[in-house]
């Protein structure tokens, strides 16, 4: 294994000393304000457009999409950035129709919103769900798939790349969203300028190994090489149809995944909560255009790998106990990277995991000190008692992580999919209550206590309804295929769809039934269409980047 040479480590050291040296500056220009717990934890109106959009994907972008994305790209092909590509539509719809809810009635976290829709107890039991959540599922698998990935990069011991990981994301994110949201902005730079670094090498190396050079000449020998991984979406045929089924991507249940983490998650909406409409809706759509290059450099180089070793590269490299492991080819990748362009691709992997754990940081500190400690603990807690607090709270949880992280089985699942495996059985229910709550003023609060409970045990029905029923009747319909032992198996993200149209259908019964047919609940939103109106320059860009999805979908369906 080649691990970092002296300039390497300077260029690392380098990226390392402008997040330090501007996070401080940031820190200590708006210190004076720091003792207000809604600017610490919101950045309340300090935040530009740009600041929110490079801190969105900043936030979002970690190892699970450099290494598992990639893993998928060698794997399945362009397909998996459906996740990228569809999430930048995604990006339009939440800042058209979402954020003016969130902004109009100042809600700060997303337990404060369920306790002004329903009731505290919804409120209660989503604040320690999402604690729960992000501490054990989300924080321990960026911490330990990051550490992975520095250390086969590095060669450092996997606890020390751990240990160094915390300790950087600490002292960003005791700085508070302020300092999360300006760093954010190196924090992009860095993983753009390395990534793009990657995926050249990669695309060079392609064209060199057929006798040609160049990028474009790579790209297109890949597309000849590679045919079946630059189609977007897959028949019932396909060996990955479990994982990507078909039309489902675009008309179904991907949106569920989609809406419910950037409109829902506060890990993704804190960052927009603080800046008045106008701002944060340029700030998401700016993260939009930033989502349609992600592809590129998280996907692109997985093909790219898979090309080479299709005609005889990484024959060794990419085996691990004898099996070829598909995210093992982002490392292998950065290990043939130039003395100099390594150490930039190690800051944008670093750049990208400890912006991620900043911003997941901050959110458990937000949740915890708003909507657990002030109402349960503390009520006439001071602002600056509740700022001591988050610190406290973020030092608590990187250390939970750190000692919960190695006994996860995060390896074995695969970073990507072990999110998605645990974050999937809840967010059809959740999504359902935000909508409902949104857009139905009716809904009650034991309408969103169904969606909640009901909605994590129908998603554990549908997941071992096949050891029971043979669902063969269903393969004609796209809705069933055989899995890897012939058992015909309902695809993750169609059971994510079943799951929220049920939710939905029985939060209208439970709702009629408590209320009756021309019963109200005073707790309902006042939605004005009004709210919902754009600027042009806005409706500009979100057509232009409509436009380019359309072109991408039509050329590789």
């Known amino acids: 294994m080649q691990v970092l040479h002296n300039i390497d480590y300077a260029v690392f050291f380098f990226y390392f000393l402008v997040v330090a040296f501007y996070g401080l500056w940031i820190y200590y220009k708006k210190k004076k304000l720091q003792a207000d717990s809604k600017d610490y934890f919101l950045a309340e109106g300090s935040l530009t457009w740009w600041a929110i959009g490079a801190s969105l994907i900043a936030s979002n972008i970690s190892a699970e999409q450099f290494i598992g994305m990639s893993g998928s790209g060698f794997q399945m092909g362009l397909a998996i950035a459906a996740y990228e590509w569809l999430a930048a539509a995604t990006l339009i719809v939440v800042a058209v129709f979402f954020l003016p809810v969130y902004i109009k009635n100042k809600i700060y976290t997303m337990p404060q919103f ?86 050249y090498l990669a695309l060079d190396l392609v064209a060199e190994h057929f006798g040609s050079s160049g990028v474009l000449n790579g790209f297109n020998i890949m597309t000849d090489q590679a045919d079946s991984h630059f189609h977007l979406i897959f028949d019932k045929t396909h060996p990955n149809y479990l994982d990507l089924p078909g039309l489902s991507i675009l008309v179904g249940g991907m949106w ?95 750049a990208a995991i400890v912006a991620s754990l900043a911003g997941k940081t901050n959110s458990i500190a937000t949740i915890f000190t708003l909507d657990i400690y002030k109402k349960v603990f503390n009520k006439n807690a001071s602002e600056k008692h509740m700022v001591n607090v988050g610190k406290i709270t973020i030092i608590i949880s990187i250390f939970l992580a750190v000692i919960i992280a190695p006994f996860m089985g995060i390896d074995k699942k695969g970073g990507f999919q072990y999110i998605q495996e645990y974050t999937g059985f809840v967010s059809p229910g959740i999504f359902a209550m935000f909508l409902l709550g949104f857009f139905w003023k009716k809904t009650t609060s034991n309408a969103a206590l169904f969606a909640t409970i009901g909605g994590f045990i129908l998603s554990i029905i549908f997941k071992v309804l096949p050891s029971f029923v043979d669902l063969e009747f269903l393969y004609q319909f796209g809705f069933a295929v055989p899995n890897a032992e012939g058992v015909y198996e309902i695809p993750f993200i ?30 309902g939103l006042e939605v004005d269409s009004k709210m919902f109106k754009v600027s042009p320059g806005f409706a500009v860009g979100s057509l232009i980047i409509i436009g380019i999805l359309v072109a991408l979908y039509t050329v590789y369906w």
């Open 114 to 199: 369920l306790n002004q829709r329903y009731n505290s107890t919804v409120s209660m039991i989503m604040a320690v769900f999402w604690l729960l959540l992000y501490v054990l599922v989300n924080l321990t698998s960026i911490l330990y798939l990051g550490a992975l990935a520095i250390n086969g990069i590095s060669g450092l011991n996997l606890t020390a790349c751990m240990i160094i990981l915390a300790i950087f994301a600490i002292i960003i994110t005791l700085g508070g969203m302020k300092v999360i949201g300006y760093t954010d902005v190196i924090q992009v730079f860095f993983l753009i300028l390395g990534g793009l670094a990657t995926t």
């Open 256 to 350: 569920i995944v989609n809406l419910n983490y950037w409109g829902c998650n506060q890990y993704i909406t804190q960052r927009a909560l603080g800046a008045d409409l106008k701002t944060a809706r340029h700030g998401l759509l700016f993260a939009g255009f930033l989502k349609l290059l992600m592809p590129l450099i998280v996907v692109i180089p997985g093909i790219a790998a898979y090309v080479l070793y299709q005609n005889g590269a990484f024959q060794t490299e990419l085996l691990v106990d004898g099996e070829i492991n598909p995210d093992k080819a982002y490392p292998v990748l950065l290990n043939l990277l130039p003395v100099g362009l390594k150490g930039l691709a190690f800051a944008a992997l670093t």
């Open 494 to 523: 169609d059971r994510m769809g079943f799951v929220f149209i049920i939710c939905v259908i029985m939060m209208f019964i439970i709702t009629k039934l408590e209320l009756g047919w021309k019963g109200t609940n005073p707790k």
